[in-house]
């Protein structure tokens, strides 16, 4: 017997169309329907139509809306088309995929399938044509050591953003939080770690003692922590941004990547833009928060040497009161980055391609 707010058959074929007949599930794209042994002229079907806010309360049904009326409920606007496997998996964890990540896949989805009719593009193809500027939002708790790598490399997966940001680095960046996870957990006594996706940035913050993840970058010991930021930076350092704050009893380490230096303006307050002028003057001053340990100088384009000489020494006072000085910018002449690191020898600089 069906359930009461099951989908009809015309909502079934209305999602299964608007899919391409292909599966939703992120990064899947499984065609669905084709000939079946039966007769000469059946055909087969092997997807389903998913619930994306729960058909019925069950237990840990964090997709349940109570107050989601059953005409809506049943609706084509609350299904995702999705091949069997991932329909299951769809349908009985419901921690792992909330209502605005299938949401989501569901628009990618529907884009991907226009693309690929009318570009005559390859999933693949379309999959990335169709990416957003912005992450999935997503949020999960860690509570101990043990399931960080798929906790972790499953938010990773569902956000998308190694369709935005590459997959290379996507990989890279999740040995990164995995071991830097274990590190909070084993070293630093934390009790709970929060990993969360926010249109351009991961967050991960975690209640253990006070530790900066770049800290074991250039450590000798070749534990998987240092092993891990050494690569990500050494591989994708260049447009990427790592941030350690701490905030209270937390330590917040956020990571972006760069698409041009103002981008650091948005993602930290602990950023200043200068402009060309500002190179001339006597004294540089802005205002800049205590609580910040770093601070990002986002530097203008097309700097030339007479630039970095007039703009000599006259931030180290910032360096001298503890602050680390990041200079970013579009990639420069090695011989301006050489100039700035004499200037400012505990300052990092990072170019962005
Ligand atoms: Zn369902
Ligand atoms: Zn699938």
Known sequence: MPRIDDFTSAVKIELANRAGYKC???GCGAATMGPSAESESSSTNSGMACHISAASAGIGARRYDPDMKSDERKSASNGIWMCYTHGKIIDTDETRFSTDTLRAW????EIVAQLMVERNLTYEQALHAAKSKDMITDS???EGIGKENILIGDVLHDCGVEYIWGRDITNAIRDFLVEHSRNAFQHGNATKIEFKTKKSKLILIDD???F????LLGSNKKSGGTISIT???KNFGSNLILISEREGNNNILTISKLSNPEDVLEITPCSHQMDYSDFRKGSIEFEISETCKELF??????????DIGLLGNKLIGLEEKGKKLIFVM??????????LKENYPGCEVIQVE
């Open 212 to 215: 900066d993840g770049k800290s």
């Open 330 to 339: 579009w990639r420069m002449n090695p011989w301006i980055i050489q100039m």
């Open 208 to 210: 253990g003692v006070q």
């Open 106 to 109: 569901k628009k990618i989805a």
């Open 231 to 233: 690569q990500l930076l």
């Open 297 to 306: 100088i986002v530097f203008p384009k097309y700097i030339s040497p007479s």
């Open 140 to 142: 999960i708790l860690i």
């Open 24 to 26: 939703s599930f992120l």
